[in-house]
C-alpha cells in the first residue's frame, strides 16, 4: 500500500503545554484511518498539526512532501480538507453558499458544478435545502453541510474531527454509509478521529490508539477489534 500521509515524531504544543509527544502512523492511498481515545488524549490536535493549525515539530509528509511548518491555506491547496469539530458551517450563509464556498481554491467553474450536484447526490436533503441558511438545518444536516463542503476543495484526504457527535444513531450511519460510498468511489482517503469506537472501525481498514499524546497500539481495524484491551475500553464487551 502506497503511503499518502506519513507522520514521524511528531510533538505538538499549545503554549508551553505539550500534547503530542512523538505521534508515529502512516496513511495509505484509498485508505480510512481511525484515531481512537479518551478525551484529552491528542486525537484532535493531531489534525490540527497535520493541518499547521498548532506549533509542531517532527516530520510530516503528504504525497512524499514534506507539509511540517506550512500555512494553513497551503496545506489544504495541496489536498488536506478538515472538518473541524462543532462542524464550522457559516450559519448565515446558504447551503449552495456553503458548498461553493468550499471550492475557493479551485478554478474551474465547471468542474465545481459538477462536484455541487455530486454531493447533492450523496447528500440529497441537502439539495433540498439548497437556499436555506445553514443555521436552520438540523444538526444532522449541518454535519453533512461540513463534509461535503470539505469535498468541495477536492482533497486527497479528508481530516473529519468526531463527524458523529452529537447526532442521533440512525443519523450516525447513513453518514457513515455516505463516506464508505465516498472512499469506495471518489479514492478519497479519511483521517477519522471518532468517540464512537463501534462504528469507527467498521468504517475504516486501519486504526491506532492514542493516549496521553502517544500512540499506544496501531493495526487494521480488525486486528483492534480482537484486542482484548480496546474491547475492554472502547467497544464495551
Known amino acids: 500500500m502506497t503511503a499518502l500521509l506519513e507522520v514521524a515524531d511528531l510533538r505538538a504544543s499549545y503554549g508551553a503545554t505539550r500534547v503530542l509527544h512523538g505521534i508515529e502512523f502512516s496513511l495509505g492511498e484509498r485508505s480510512i484511518t481511525a484515531v481512537l481515545g479518551a478525551n484529552g488524549a491528542g486525537k484532535t490536535t493531531t489534525l490540527r498539526a497535520l493541518c499547521g493549525m498548532v506549533r509542531t515539530e517532527g516530520e510530516i509528509r503528504f504525497a512524499g512532501q514534506r507539509i511540517a511548518g506550512r500555512r494553513t491555506e497551503d496545506i489544504a491547496r495541496l489536498g488536506i480538507a478538515h472538518v473541524p ?24 467553474k465547471r468542474a465545481v458544478a459538477r462536484d455541487v450536484e455530486r454531493m447533492y447526490a450523496y447528500f440529497p436533503r441537502l439539495k433540498e435545502r439548497r437556499r436555506q441558511q445553514a443555521g436552520t438545518l438540523s444538526g444532522g444536516e449541518q454535519q453533512m453541510l461540513a463534509v461535503s463542503r470539505a469535498l468541495m476543495l477536492a482533497p486527497k484526504l479528508l481530516l473529519l474531527d468526531e463527524p458523529s457527535f452529537g447526532l ?70
Open 85 to 108: 469539530d462543532g462542524r464550522g458551517t457559516f450559519l448565515y450563509l446558504t447551503t449552495e453558499e456553503n458548498l461553493r464556498l468550499g471550492a475557493y481554491a479551485r478554478k474551474d
Open 168 to 237: 442521533a444513531p440512525l443519523v450516525v450511519r447513513e453518514l457513515f454509509g455516505i463516506l464508505r460510498a465516498i472512499n469506495a468511489e471518489s479514492g478519497v482517503s479519511m483521517l477519522l478521529v471518532e468517540q464512537n469506537a463501534a462504528m469507527a472501525l467498521e468504517l475504516a481498514d486501519h486504526a491506532c490508539v492514542i493516549e496521553t499524546g502517544r500512540v499506544v497500539i496501531a493495526g487494521t481495524a480488525a486486528e483492534l477489534k480482537r484486542d482484548d484491551g480496546v474491547r475492554r475500553a472502547y467497544l464495551g464487551y
